[in-house]
């Protein structure tokens, strides 16, 4: 069956590190985003893309950054981490339809990561 | 820009009870997609329900149904015959036809009373 995985699902690391957190996507979608999750926030949009070479940022992008250099991966790397970078990450993707037409999709989510940076 | 609101921080039920869980949302797309996602405690995001706007029939899925009124940009989810697996983390979501970006309310968390 077609997934979408996350790694590390758990990752403690110290201020002023890098981080890079994995998403990989058997789909095949066009779509991927990366969100975070804080209580009383919902999902914020960090960055999204909507193909290999293609990124873009997203409402809360400062301090991180993706590449897409194939349709199965986007990295999420955190250059410096910051105490407020503490959170769960969810990566996603979805479909973009036929050519021309409506996208139709919804998200496919992963399992998530708890990223605690002290 | 959209902007998708949860009014209810908080809500519980009775089992075998129903209950109301309530969206409003803004959108300047003239056409687009609602969804509810769950989350449970294993934090799996699991798709509950989805609403073409265009189409004026409510939908449905088994005891999950919505109640869609498109004037008052309302997307209230409906459950009914509560069960202890349907307490969660609720989101409202909406997502233009053309656009790719899905925008998530706060959420409402659900409790189910024994």
């Known amino acids: 069956d077609a997934e979408i995985t996350q790694s590390p699902r758990h990752k403690i690391t110290e201020t002023g590190r890098q981080v890079t957190l994995a998403c990989h996507q058997t789909?095949?979608?066009?779509?991927m985003f990366w969100y975070r999750q804080d209580l009383g926030h919902g999902l914020r949009l960090i960055h999204y893309s909507y193909g290999v070479q293609d990124t873009n940022k997203g409402e809360v992008s400062d301090g991180y950054s993706v590449s897409r250099s194939n349709t199965e991966d986007l990295p999420l790397t955190l250059e410096s981490a910051a105490s407020s970078q503490t959170s769960v990450y969810f990566c996603?993707?979805?479909?973009?339809?036929?050519?021309?037409?409506?996208?139709?999709?919804?998200?496919?989510f992963g399992e998530g990561s708890r990223l605690t940076v002290l | 820009a959209q902007t998708v609101t949860q009014s209810q921080p908080e809500m519980s039920v009775q089992e075998a009870e129903t209950v109301t869980l309530s969206c409003t949302y803004d959108t300047s797309e003239s056409d687009y997609y609602l969804f509810w996602y769950k989350q449970p405690p294993s934090r799996q995001m699991i798709l509950v329900i989805r609403?073409?706007?265009?189409?004026?029939q409510n939908a449905t899925e088994n005891r999950f149904s919505v109640n869609f009124q498109k004037a008052a940009k309302s997307f209230s989810l409906k459950i009914s015959d509560s069960q202890l697996g349907d307490a969660a983390m609720y989101f409202c979501a909406s997502r233009g036809v053309y656009g790719q970006n899905f925008v998530f309310g706060p959420g409402t968390r659900l409790s189910v009373l024994p």
């Open positions: 789909w095949n979608h066009n779509n």
């Open positions: 609403q073409e706007a265009y189409k004026q």
């Open positions: 996603a993707s979805s479909s973009t339809g036929t050519s021309g037409g409506p996208n139709t999709g919804e998200l496919f």
